[in-house]
């Protein structure tokens, strides 16, 4: 079983809602991860939390906002999607940026559908 | 340009056949990581190895096993005995350093269909 747990699995949203996608992991890992992957694409880098800090932003929307609340959790907040956002987002956790600790760790991942 | 190339977009085999999932990548570094990942249909990345750049030691895990050769930039992972639950999709990761640390990236994936 994974330990990094994410919720919800699936969500379907509207063009004007706002939701979150929440993720926590309990391996006392000091970076966090969101991945968004389309289907039959691979990952993609959006955003790297290290040490509660954000370290990595790959030019993604504001229309997707991180949150790194402490370093066991992180939100994704989604506000204003599109429907070509629909896809899987993946949290995951390593436990630092450092080369020796640079293992990823990931989530189940949430479903996400934007009608 | 492409830092991780898995050429083979899908694979289909017997069951007990044996399968090799290729990997070329592309880095500049000297000290670098390779990984392996396997996505079954649930969606989650599962990890499956790690190497670094340093150690060219192949390695053998029950029925995985992965050969690492720094002189053509590869790093296959085959598949002894293939079996239906080896069904998922395989992706081959690259994390080399870059700006506030080492960055993962994965290549597209082989997808691998395993038949009864």
């Known amino acids: 079983d994974t330990e990094v747990t994410q919720t919800p699995k699936h969500l379907v949203m509207g063009m004007t809602n706002k939701k979150s996608l929440k993720c926590e992991q309990h391996?006392?890992?000091?970076?966090m991860y969101w991945y968004k992957q389309k289907a039959k694409k691979p990952p993609e880098l959006m955003f790297v939390y290290s040490y509660e800090k954000l370290s990595i932003n790959e030019s993604v929307p504001s229309r997707f906002s991180p949150e790194c609340p402490n370093s066991s959790l992180l939100n994704l907040h989604l506000h204003a999607l599109q429907p070509e956002d629909s896809a899987l987002y993946l949290c995951?956790?390593?436990?630092?940026?450092?080369?020796?600790?640079?293992?990823?760790?990931f989530g189940e991942g949430s479903w996400l559908t934007v009608v | 340009a492409q830092k991780v190339t898995q050429a083979q977009t899908e694979i289909s085999v017997v069951e007990k056949e044996d399968v090799t999932l290729d990997c070329v990548y592309e880095t500049r570094d000297t000290t670098y990581y390779l990984f392996w990942y396997k996505q079954p249909p649930s969606g989650e990345l599962v990890f499956l190895i790690r190497r670094n750049s340093f150690d060219e030691q192949n390695e053998i895990s029950g029925r995985y096993s992965w050969n690492f050769q720094k002189s053509t930039s590869s790093f296959n992972f085959t598949i002894t005995a293939s079996q239906v639950v080896d069904s998922a999709v395989y992706f081959c990761?690259?994390?080399?350093?870059?700006?506030?640390?080492?960055?993962?990236?994965f290549g597209a994936g082989t997808r691998l269909f395993v038949k009864a």
């Open positions: 391996m006392g890992h000091r970076a």
């Open positions: 995951a956790s390593s436990q630092d940026l450092r080369g020796t600790g640079n293992t990823i760790y």
């Open positions: 990761a690259l994390s080399e350093n870059d700006t506030g640390g080492f960055k993962t990236i």
